[in-house]
């Protein structure tokens, strides 16, 4: 049975939606309870990922497409996984800042989260958030990764459709074609496309992508942001009309079971006190971290 959070939040209102989101992110355990609730009735929201190097534009684009988003109606939300600060551990909220001027719309809901040193760009609490955004009744959800180049591979199992930005300047097509990032998107996006070298990076992605999609925007501009949307609609259709959709979501929820235990487990061996004598010994070089690592296994 749902509980009055619950059915707030179901209902889209936001003032309920920022404080379960805040408790998740703080770790409240009640509020893991109030996402069991939620999970059955999420489902529906398109989930678009961000990913890119910090400097490409990527905050500037999300915001230029929530704005071509509400034109066509669409209820939007956003969550921006900003880097931890090093004094407080919370979010620098430099992308909430940035997108200011859909604060007061009621279709858009913005939560800024800290990455709280979470590989892969993404913050642990990121999944439950876009849970409860999605049974809000959002259409579609923006993820925004924390801008950490490679690392925001791990964007490829928290979304239905992920956008790789790139922008040019010095070392862009070796940037773009290190390992992993050819993998992970489903639209690449060159940034900035009114600097020079933009036209260049986008002919060497497009020349080693295998025929993906490879858009030129001018985000401050909003340049191509039409476009880009219009790509991002049709890659939906296209998981729609086969099993896609199916295995984009079932790859999210592997994701996102797998980060809880992975989470469990780490906190659960940090706090035992076999693990810091293990870490101990390590240190003082009386054991290796490859021994120490299976004998606190076997403990566990």
Not at 96 to 116: C, E, G, T, W, Y
Not at 186 to 212: F, H, M, P
Request: some cysteine; charged content about 25%.
């Amino acid at each position: 049975m749902p509980s009055p959070l619950s059915k707030r939040i179901l209902k889209g209102e936001a003032a309920a939606a920022a404080r379960l989101m805040r408790d998740l992110d703080d770790g409240v355990p009640a509020a893991a309870a109030e996402v069991r609730h939620l999970y059955p009735r999420a489902g529906r929201a398109h989930v678009v990922g961000i990913a890119g190097p910090p400097g490409c534009g990527k905050s500037t684009l999300v915001d230029a497409l929530v704005a071509v988003l509400r034109k066509e109606g669409c209820s939007v939300g956003v969550v921006a996984v900003d880097p931890s600060s090093p004094l407080s551990g919370g979010a620098v909220l430099g992308d909430r800042i940035r997108m200011q001027r859909h604060a007061s719309d009621p279709k858009v809901f913005i939560r800024s989260l800290a990455s709280r040193g979470s590989l892969g760009g993404l913050s642990r609490s990121v999944f439950d958030t876009v849970t409860v955004m999605d049974a809000m009744g959002k259409d579609v959800i923006l993820l925004e990764t924390a801008g950490v180049g490679q690392d925001g591979v791990k964007i490829a199992g928290a979304a239905h459709t992920v956008l790789v930005v790139e922008a040019p300047g010095a070392g862009d097509e070796i940037q773009a074609l290190k390992a992993g990032i050819l993998e992970v998107g489903d639209l690449y996006v060159v940034n900035k496309r009114s600097q020079r070298g933009a036209q260049r990076l986008a002919r060497t992605l497009r020349e080693n992508l295998g025929g993906k999609p490879v858009l030129l925007t001018e985000a401050l501009t909003g340049q191509g942001v039409n476009e880009l949307l219009r790509a991002i609609e049709l890659h939906r259709r296209s998981l729609q009309r086969g099993s896609g959709w199916e295995v984009r979501s079932g790859a999210m929820a592997r994701t996102a079971f797998l980060e809880l235990v992975e989470t469990g487990f780490r906190e659960s061996l940090l706090g035992n006190p076999l693990c810091k004598k293990l870490l101990s010994d390590i240190a003082a070089r009386r054991s290796d971290p490859y021994s120490a690592a299976r004998r606190a296994l076997r403990g566990l």
